[in-house]
């Protein structure tokens, strides 16, 4: 008879105590060009990221040219007075660098990865791109081309199209929030090379733009290389632009773009509410969570698990613009998709939703899933030298505290029940809420019009 062998258990490993963990404080400093400098050294990081913030928002736009911002960004890395595009994009090629940029409300940021031992040289592309850049006629025609052919494909995405009515529903006219951030076909089409540069000369200095590094500096003199780089950024003083407030008009509607035939029904429900300069903005972030933030969040939980009427569906807080007097704002919005036949019950649940929250307030138990998922997982979402860059990048942005986001997660762990449910019921009035559809109109305008949610009216898809 042959006998069975004697399997063996290892132990089981165990868990370490937990390390204490707290967001990077970065080191606060000006070039003599008066370029502001943010730095962090964060040991073991050997892909260096850098964030460069320029003070030309959206609303500094000439009338007309929305867009110009997005061209001008993009326009960076498409040749210097020493490097034809084609050579430029070789030589961060050589760097093992990356080099991204992008315009938005608050302005135009500049995003470069690069390995540390090549970081010299990245540093010296992305000062070139920005103390003189090519902005050669066929370059920015062809971005300009680029960005027309990227219009259709937008307004054929029902969640951009969403977002755009959204916002030409929320903001008065003559607000640049109200329109598109990357411009729109008719204004697009009037940008050359001149207009791009124009821009640039009006609003583009080291005085009043920021400069954020982040990675394993160790060996590094980073004053040194960065006064041979971007400190070699020359440029008029000029004092930062004001930010004006924010205004937007949140009367409870409904607005159906509509799509003859669409088998789904995108929504976006929102409003403007609190910035990160408001105190409430922690228990809005944690009520915001649990209403809508995941998985086992309350919408999902009924209208995806109980009804099935959707993959899932999403509440979130957006800040668009950020003051230090109060005259910034978020958006706060819901968003999703769900089958046509069923766009009538869903929204009518989801307002349930809403105002069981506001009967009933939030549970301890889902107030502590939250915060275990937005304080516990910090660690690792800040595990990399471009995620911290990034965060601290928004703080300038946004004008807050060097040490804002350190103490955003202390806040968030100390944060009660009540609180975060006040602050989720004023986040979402089931009466102050503009409703966006991109969906058949002929299907679901009526079954939404029964549900009494606002005046409901329907506009082309275009």
Known sequence: ?????????????????????????????????????????????????????????????????????????????????????????????????????????????LSLEVPVSRLAKALGLLADALRAPAFADSEVERLVRNRLDEIPHEMANPARRAAKELSKELFPSSSRMSRPRQGTEATVEDIDSAAVRAFYERHVRPATATAVVVGDLTGIDLDELLGETLGAWTGSPAAPRPVPPVTADDTGRVIIVD??????????????????????????????????????????????????YTYGVRAFGQVLRSAPDGTGAAMLAISGSVDTPNTGPALDDLWKVLRTLAAEGLTDAERDVAVQNLVGVAPLKFETAAAVASSLADQVEQHLPDDYQATLYQALAATGTVEATAAVVNAFPVNRLVTVLVGDA???????????IG??????AE
């Open 1 to 109: 008879m042959t006998e069975l062998a004697t399997m063996q258990f290892h132990p089981q490993p165990q868990a370490g105590e937990a390390k204490p963990w707290a967001f990077p404080a970065p080191e606060r400093a000006t070039l003599d060009n008066g370029l502001t400098v943010l730095r962090c050294h964060r040991p073991g990081q050997q892909v260096v990221a850098v964030e460069v913030l320029l003070d030309a928002p959206l609303d500094a736009e000439p009338a007309g040219l929305d867009g110009v911002a997005t061209i001008m960004a993009r326009a960076f890395s498409e040749g210097t007075d020493k490097h034809s595009a084609e050579e430029f994009a070789a030589e961060l090629e050589r760097c093992g660098a990356t080099l991204d940029a992008h315009a938005d409300h608050p302005g135009v940021r």
């Open 455 to 460: 005046e409901v009216s329907v506009v082309a």
């Open 259 to 308: 799509r003859p035939g669409a088998v789904q029904t995108q929504l976006l429900i929102g409003r403007i509410g609190a910035d990160r300069h408001d105190r409430v903005w922690p228990a809005q972030v944690l009520g915001t969570y649990c209403l809508g933030g995941t998985l086992t969040s309350r919408l999902d939980r009924v209208l995806r698990e109980e009804k099935g």
């Open 442 to 452: 002929a299907q679901i305008e009526e079954p939404v019009k029964a549900l009494g």
